[in-house]
T-cell receptor, first 115, second 111 residues
């Protein structure tokens, strides 16, 4: 079974631009979560989607948004990029049957560099 | 919110020795505690997890213990091998599909 895939793997953007990252979960997984990883703050939860609805949200500004499609694929968007947004963005998927949730499996991440 | 502290931040052991990494958490409502291994250039890989109704879980050379009263849990790796070298993260959550609150990580070096 294929794992979680994320595209692109690397991205360089300029301050003020916006960026969209994509995540394809493991087949059959309906929950997708996004995390930001930086050397200073570590791994921090951004948001989680299930059945195209945002179910949980972390403590990040409104510039960070996401969505989930009917096939469970997810995208996250960061608008008006700041230097501090440089990070590894990780997507994790989980088999969630709507009543019981399971382990989260991570993709390789998208390395975003803002210059 | 939940605060997870992880110690030590770096750990160096000789091949064949055991390694222990400890984590404490603050929210008594947390009931799911996974451990992840992250190698350079890769995403975190789930290696073992434990739920609050279990005190200990073992998988070959890896074991995790949980003390809910003291709000701490530990990862034990026995007979360490060079390929165990990586950064290890503990996490706590209200449920396995909910937001994971991570510790800052432990860089393990096996020589």
């Amino acid at each position: 079974k294929a794992g979680v895939t994320q595209t692109p793997r690397y991205l360089i953007k300029t301050r003020g631009q916006q960026v969209t990252l994509s995540c394809s979960p493991i087949s059959g997984h309906r929950s997708v979560s996004w995390y930001q990883q930086t050397p200073g703050q570590g791994l921090q939860f951004l948001f989680e989607y299930f059945s195209e609805t945002q179910r949980n949200k972390g403590n990040f500004p409104g510039r960070f948004s996401g969505r989930q499609f009917s096939n469970s694929r997810s995208e996250m968007n960061v608008s008006t990029l700041e230097l501090g947004d440089s990070a590894l963005y990780l997507c994790a998927s989980s088999l969630d049957t709507g009543g019981v949730s399971y382990e989260q499996y991570f993709g390789p991440g998208t390395r975003l560099t803002v210059t | 919110g939940e605060n997870v502290e992880q110690h030590p931040s770096t750990l160096s052991v000789q091949e064949g020795d055991s390694a222990v990494i400890k984590c404490t958490y603050s929210d008594s409502a947390s009931n799911y505690f996974p451990w992840y291994k992250q190698e350079l250039g890769k995403g975190p890989q789930l290696i073992i997890d434990i739920r609050s109704n279990v005190g200990e879980k073992k998988d070959q050379r890896i074991a995790v213990t949980l003390n809910k009263t003291a709000k701490h849990f530990s990862l034990h790796i026995t007979e360490t091998q060079p390929e165990d070298s990586a950064v290890y993260f503990c996490a706590a959550s209200l449920n396995s599909g909910y937001a994971l609150n991570f510790g800052k990580g432990t860089s393990l070096l096996v020589t």
